[in-house]
């Protein structure tokens, strides 16, 4: 095996594609897009830069892996630096609270609230550090190619400690009594596009992560890791051909062949697919008899993760706020989680997120202007899909009032010089987004694990997937361990 083929030049498949390169393949790359990233994509404008997608930089030595992997020094193309405060976090009738990965800052602030909390806090910390470390051994960190490798004793009895059962808010519940400990600990969960009250206790690592391992900032944003991978790729000797998107994922008597490109068939000895799972199903390989179980029915029954509603807007003013992330939560976050997941409407008062990049790289704006990067969570296509013009407009206004009302930038109308809107119809369209969902499949337990989307294809040789939608889930950290499992299985495969 010598020549491979990459689909897509998102973040997964350019951590892929880097090691099969380092590895002595030769690797070529097809993205549809003019430049890498994916929805790890960027935004420029009247002398502004925003990040598309990814914003927070967890799990920082996972980012710098991939480079040490290569043989380069990751400063070199992904210089970063601390985050503190990690985040700030308002509520609309509570004080704020803002978090330090700083032991002795968060004690304080942590004993503030209460003693009983701060004890439970700590005891919910350690608690999920020893799933954690249970979790990366057992499952983040190994791909399940038959049925034996999950349903094992070994297997099995990690999954009983990780007690998956519960659901995060309910798990976190136990643990501390304030309510915004509480949602400071369970809304993490909507990174990954899956609501607290129902999505495992065991996703409540997130924030764990957070503060042990530390929250990062890259040099230039987080499109810079996009980039940097994309250069060492091509450093390496790899070859990207942009605006070139793949017609079909090549598949005869069960063996693949390459890919289909311009009319033309590709050749390759085997193939890596970072496109989202399931739209690499129902659009690169149309004849569902090749699919195995994955047929459009199947496709179109799996549950997906939430989508976003996002604002990238060019302000010629600074404001005074400190923090580099804040969440803004809605006055009932139970019926907004609810209105995501549930009813699949707008939310009317919803949670947002707001990223100020150019607070840590003043070159991302202007002198003496602000980009403002605005997240709200919205249901996937197949939940809500009204995304007419006069709706997203309508919807906009309605965040903007927002802002204007719980935030610090409260004549932000007034300063607009520069905006973007995307939607999950952007997802769809632009980045193959199944139903715009931003984080792909939602990671339920029915869709975890053994049970998510394999790395080996189960249905094809020579196929392999990486990506938010297949093992182990979605997340910058997790996405680029689904590349290095989609390699580890090639390898095997070639071996």
């Given at each position: 095996m010598k020549k491979i083929i990459v689909v897509g030049a998102g973040v997964a498949s350019l951590s892929a594609a880097v090691r099969l390169q380092k590895l002595g393949y030769q690797v070529t790359l097809y993205e549809k897009e003019s430049q890498p990233g994916g929805k790890m994509n960027q935004i420029k404008g009247q002398g502004f830069t925003f990040d598309v997608g990814p914003t927070i930089v967890m799990m920082p030595e996972i980012y710098r892996e991939v480079f040490t992997f290569a043989g380069v020094d990751p400063d070199d193309?992904?210089?970063?630096?601390?985050?503190?405060?990690?985040?700030?976090?308002?509520f609309s009738e509570q004080e704020s609270l803002s978090f330090s990965n700083d032991l002795v800052e968060l004690t304080k602030s942590l004993e503030a609230i209460s003693e009983e909390d701060a004890q439970g806090y700590f005891a919910f910390l350690a608690d999920i550090y020893k799933r954690y470390v249970i979790a990366k051994e057992m499952f983040i960190t190994k791909s399940f190619r038959t049925w034996r490798d999950f349903y094992n004793p070994k297997s099995l009895w990690a999954g009983l400690k990780l007690k998956t059962f519960s659901d995060a808010y309910s798990s976190i519940s136990k643990f501390v009594k304030d309510d915004r400990l509480r949602k400071s600990?369970?809304?993490?969960?909507?990174?990954?596009?899956?609501?607290?009250?129902?999505?495992?206790s065991l996703y409540t690592i997130i924030p764990m992560i957070e503060l042990m391992y530390g929250v990062y900032f890259i040099k230039g944003g987080m499109y810079t890791l996009a980039k940097g991978l994309a250069q060492l790729f091509e450093e390496l000797?790899?070859?990207?051909?942009?605006?070139?998107?793949?017609?079909?994922?090549?598949i005869e008597n069960k063996q693949t062949k390459g890919i289909r490109f311009a009319g033309n068939l590709i050749a390759a000895d085997a193939v890596i697919c970072g496109a989202d799972f399931p739209y690499a199903m129902s659009a690169l390989i149309p004849d569902e008899n090749k699919r195995g179980k994955y047929t459009d029915k199947k496709i179109d029954a799996m549950d997906?993760?939430?989508?976003?509603?996002?604002?990238?807007?060019?302000?010629?003013?600074?404001?005074?706020?400190t923090a580099l992330h804040n969440i803004y939560f809605a006055d009932d976050f139970k019926k907004n989680v609810d209105d995501l997941f549930?009813?699949?409407?707008?939310?009317?008062?919803?949670?947002?997120?707001?990223?100020?990049?150019?607070?840590l790289d003043p070159s991302l704006a202007p002198a003496g202007q602000e980009g403002l990067y605005v997240l709200v969570p919205v249901p996937e296509l197949s939940k809500f899909n009204d995304w007419s013009d006069s709706v997203i407009q309508d919807y906009r206004q309605q965040v903007i009032d927002l802002i204007k009302e719980k935030t610090p930038y409260h004549d932000i109308d007034a300063h607009i010089v520069f905006e973007k809107i995307y939607t999950p119809e952007t997802f769809k369209g632009r980045f193959n987004a199944y139903n715009g969902a931003t984080f792909g499949l939602k990671p339920t337990l029915a869709q975890s694990n053994y049970y998510r989307p394999h790395n080996k294809f189960d249905y094809a040789e020579g196929l392999y997937f990486c990506g938010s939608s297949t093992h182990p889930g979605a997340g910058v950290p997790i996405v680029m361990q689904s590349a290095k499992l989609a390699v580890e299985e090639l390898l095997r495969d070639d071996r």
């Open positions: 193309y992904i210089p970063m630096e601390k985050v503190d405060p990690m985040l700030d976090l308002h600990l369970a809304f993490q969960t909507l990174y990954i596009g899956v609501s607290p009250y129902q999505g495992p000797g790899g070859t990207i051909h942009y605006d070139s998107p793949v017609e079909e994922i090549v997906y993760s939430c989508s976003c509603f996002l604002l990238y807007l060019g302000l010629d003013k600074t404001y005074d706020q549930e009813d699949g409407q707008l939310p009317q008062d919803p949670s947002f997120y707001l990223y100020r990049p150019s607070l």
